[in-house]
């Protein structure tokens, strides 16, 4: 008798590790699908048509948003060339920077914290990608970034912020720098809504959906 008691209690415990054991396996198996997102960007604060001068540029406020509701990092563009400037001034040089093919230097900031050397990408699975629209696409800092880092084989939620040219072709241009990369549905917001709290509620139903 003894012995069968021995040997069920053996088979409990044997039973409940096991169990504990495979519990621990499928949420670590759950957290390797989910991934971890990323969401990078470049924003301009200063003058910006239609909200003035303002410290955050609209892009940023999206961003952050984005990264609020969804726990994502935030890794942002910072162009090494001073963009602090009138808005015409402004457009008269990203105009000649995209005649002129130009790729400016830059630097970058992990969750608000400037990052020595390259960012560290290999973990992101989703990569939320957003700036405000310079002559119908991205700022040319932008483009910079994407010819030093390879998203190929990763999810991109493009996104923009303008004040008329919605997405311009943002989509069209990331699908070429990163040919074997997947999109999901992409995202344009006026830079001026983005300063309100219904902006940003449409950012996270975009997110949601």
């Not at 409990?12 to 957290?31: H, I, P, R, T, Y």
């Not at 549905?185 to 219904?198: I, N, P, W």
């Amino acid at each position: 008798m003894k012995s069968i008691v021995i040997a069920l209690l053996a088979l409990l415990s044997f039973s409940s590790c096991g169990a504990k054991q495979s519990n621990e396996n499928k949420k670590s198996n759950e957290n390797m699908d989910a991934g971890k997102s990323i969401v990078v960007f470049f924003s301009h604060a200063g003058e910006n048509y239609s909200v003035g001068n303002v410290k955050e540029g609209n892009t940023k406020l999206v961003a952050d948003a984005i990264s609020e509701h969804t726990g994502a990092d935030r890794l942002e563009i910072v162009c090494a060339k001073d963009y602090n400037m009138s808005y015409n001034d402004l457009c008269d040089l990203a105009q000649k920077e995209q005649q002129q093919g130009e790729l400016p230097g830059y630097t970058l900031l992990l969750n608000g914290k400037a990052l020595e050397g390259k960012a560290d990408l290999a973990g992101y699975t989703t990569v939320y990608i957003g700036g405000p629209i310079w002559w119908g696409t991205y700022p040319q800092v932008m483009f910079s970034f994407f010819k030093d880092y390879d998203l190929n084989g990763k999810t991109i939620m493009p996104f923009s912020t303008h004040e008329g040219s919605g997405l311009g072709s943002v989509v069209e241009d990331l699908k070429k720098a990163y040919p074997e990369a997947t999109f999901g549905k992409a995202f344009s917001l006026y830079g001026h809504e983005a300063r309100t709290d219904a902006g940003k509620q449409k950012a996270i139903n975009w997110v949601k959906q």
